[in-house]
């Protein structure tokens, strides 16, 4: 994809993930999260959780994912940044989502396009909503 060829308004395609007790803890370990309400069913309940909670910046990975997916593999991911407003637990259907919200030319003239996203919970609640800044190559050069 070339940042000449996106338009404001376009959708990203939807990218939607159903996380297991097996990825939140591999999740876990991967970045030394230690806290069991990510890996220990019973400590989550205890703590008044349905089950152990997807971890917050694992919401925020699937965000940048979604934007780097629709984007291309020549994208580089200049800025990003997300916030938590929903638990997600192990099998929630979450459906990431974005639309292009802005496109830019900066002073060393690299075509920069900024996305809105959002990640949806399978009865439609916002889990996170994010924003990602996709430098795309452009058409001859």
Known sequence: MYFEDVEVGAAIEPVTVRPTTVQLFRFSAVTWNAHRIHYDTAYARAEGYPDVLVQSHLHGCFLARTALEWAGPAARLRKFSWQNRH??????????????????????????????????????VLCAPGTAVLELPRRGG
Do not use: F, H, M, Y
Request: with cysteine; aromatic share 0%; hydrophobic share 35%.
């Open 87 to 124: 638990l997600a637990v192990p099998d929630d259907k979450l459906t990431c989502t974005g639309q292009v919200v802005n496109r830019i030319v900066d002073d060393s003239g690299a075509g920069l396009v900024e996305c809105a996203l959002e990640e949806r919970n399978g009865d439609g």
